[in-house]
């Protein structure tokens, strides 16, 4: 049997953070070889905020070569640039075509966004649901490894497979969003989602003084404004992250303690900050080594995005036939 088909996409918009890697780059690097998996970087998804060309191109190599370093590898999977692999362009147009206005005003990441940007908001980033979907079912993919924050987006996704398979035949199929175990980490500040604008990461390239530094003024569970005072370690962030890098026994024994209050709050973060070194050190390592060499991440990524644009096309083929197209 042939294995089912994985894929994801993740912005360049600067390092890599542990919010990336625990929501989905992790499960990239794990279940590569179970799935023929396809990855690639989201560049025209990016340009719907970013408008500084110099930080795209800067940001499209580290992005690359964070995500090699945390163990995706070109030879057991697919990796790619979007803007390489045109295909899902064009599918974006046909989708377009048969996704509801309705469906896209109803999108959250879309309407936080307006109210954030405060400016009115471009037509790409309107479509930008769209552009995802047709990323996904260009490849027929099963499985999407993505933060939660992605769910609504998946959905969308799965109605547009719906209303075009209805519409022209059984073409694709219902793309499944496959969840990282670890909640989804807040910013340190405790406030919103972890994100390279808000300043509020630990990247995957911290050393390990500034993931001590970033770590001692995090928020914790408010309830602990003394050391006496007990906590609730599913009230605190700073738990949520030892839930994604230290072994279980560990996090059994910060929980009891927390409760009792038997450790204090800088204690806690000062062990989280050793394993979050430790862990980081050979990836950091890996990314600063792979970033020296611009020339061979973009051949790695050109390699990957011819193998991804065959795959692309066969799909884009057979929705032509189904459209009534003449193929190019
Ligand atoms: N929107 C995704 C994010 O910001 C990135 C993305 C674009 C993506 N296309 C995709 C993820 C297709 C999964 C599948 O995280
Ligand atoms: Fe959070 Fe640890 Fe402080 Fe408990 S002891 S509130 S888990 S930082």
Redesign the pocket.
Same mark, same amino acid.
């Given at each position: 049997m042939s294995k089912k088909i994985m894929l994801s996409g993740v912005q360049p918009s600067g390092d890599l953070h542990i919010g990336n890697y625990l929501g989905a780059i992790r499960n990239w690097a794990r279940y590569q070889e179970e799935y023929a998996s396809f990855f690639f970087i989201a560049y025209y998804h990016a340009i719907t905020e970013i408008k500084d060309p110099q930080l795209m191109r800067e940001a499209t190599c580290h992005v690359a070569a964070d995500v090699l370093a945390c163990g995706v590898d070109p030879e057991k999977c697919t990796f790619f640039v979007q803007s390489h692999a045109r295909t899902s362009l064009e599918l974006c147009w046909v989708l377009s075509c048969v996704t509801s206005m309705g469906d896209l005003e109803r999108m959250t990441q879309y309407k936080d966004k307006a109210r954030q940007l405060n400016i009115p908001v471009n037509a790409g980033l309107f479509l930008y649901p769209v552009l995802q979907a047709a990323d996904i079912l260009a490849f027929k993919t099963h499985v999407v490894p993505v933060g939660d924050d992605q769910c609504q987006h998946l959905e969308l996704a799965r109605e547009i497979v719906r209303r075009f398979n209805t519409a022209y035949g059984e073409t694709f199929p219902e793309p499944q969003q496959l969840l990282s175990e670890v909640p989804r980490l807040l910013g340190l500040d405790g406030d919103s989602k972890m994100s390279k604008s808000k300043g509020n990461t630990i990247s995957l390239i911290d050393d390990p003084e500034s993931i001590k530094a970033k770590l001692k003024p995090a928020k914790?569970?408010v309830h602990?404004q003394r050391r006496s005072d007990p906590?609730d370690?599913s009230q605190?962030n700073?738990?949520t992250i030892?839930q994604g890098f230290s072994d279980p026994a560990t996090c059994a024994q910060?929980d009891r303690? %927390?409760r009792a209050a038997a450790?204090? %709050?800088i204690d806690?973060?000062m062990m989280l900050a050793d394993k979050l070194a430790a862990t980081l050190a050979p990836i950091r390592e890996r990314s600063r080594e792979l970033r020296r060499h611009p020339d061979q991440l973009r051949e790695i990524l050109r390699q990957g995005s011819a193998r991804a644009t065959l795959t692309a096309e066969t799909t884009m083929n057979e929705v032509r036939d189904k459209l009534g197209l003449f193929h190019p």
């Open positions: 914790t569970d602990r906590g370690p605190c700073v738990y030892h910060v303690d %927390c450790i204090g %709050c806690c973060k």
